[in-house]
């Protein structure tokens, strides 16, 4: 009788447990799924920098109480528009290699592999401080400045005549350095546009490189 209480208190531990795990997990989904009116995610366009390319990432709005007015209904805030001018350094950052698979001499058929990684992405230049949640969130990243990345990778073993025995895949975490403009617009809802101001950050963007070495 003893033995079964034991195990039927061992089973309520372990729920209660897990139950605690998932109500956290749910709440740190539901705090990261935030816009803060920003808008849907767009997906970062890869082209290089020319000084003419760029893709608008959306458009946000910071209100601050000190500028409301509410006897008059006027108010100033800032609009902050982030544009994605391309990437200015490709590789900026290189991990040294991971290794992910290793395929045998003559085995031809194509297989896909997986590789996955959480990689530390960074932001500098001069911006206000307002923009940075916009410029974080358009660039993917979470509130550590940091990334999950995935990429499908194509592999396959040299030739059966190749004097090769195994073809090795390496992956290095990396980053690329994207230039984003910053353009701060301070309204009123009265008079539109009071005045604006442009601002330009280096934004390292997470991504996965790949490659691979035959041996013999």
């Known amino acids: 009788m003893k033995k079964r209480k034991k195990v039927v208190c061992m089973l ?19 705090k990261e799924g935030e816009t803060e009116g920003i808008g849907e995610e767009l997906v970062l366009s890869d082209h290089m920098y020319d000084g003419m390319t760029e893709q608008e990432l959306g458009t946000f709005d910071v209100y601050s109480k000190s500028n409301i007015q509410l006897l008059d209904g006027y108010r100033e805030y800032d609009s902050y528009i982030i544009t994605n001018q391309g990437i200015t350094k490709k590789w900026s950052w290189l991990s040294k290699p991971y290794f992910i698979t290793s395929v045998a001499r003559g085995m031809t058929k194509t ?4 590789g996955s990684a959480t990689i530390s992405g960074s932001i500098s230049g ?27 990778i194509s592999v396959t073993g040299p030739p059966s005549n190749s004097k090769y025995s195994s073809r090795d895949y390496y992956y290095n975490q990396g980053r690329h350095t994207y230039r984003f403009k910053v353009v701060r617009e301070h309204r009123s809802n009265w008079d539109g546009v009071l005045w604006k101001k442009t601002y330009y950050a280096n934004v390292g963007i997470p991504a996965i ?8």
Do not use: H, Q
């Open 12 to 30: 309520l531990i372990c729920s209660m447990i897990f139950a605690a795990d998932f109500t956290t997990t749910v709440k740190a989904s539901e």
């Open 111 to 114: 297989r896909e592999e997986t």
């Open 126 to 152: 001069t911006y206000p401080a307002a923009a940075k949640s916009g410029i974080r969130k358009k660039a993917g990243l979470n509130s550590s400045l940091k990334k999950t990345v995935k990429k499908k």
């Open 209 to 216: 490189k790949n490659y691979s070495v035959d041996t013999k």
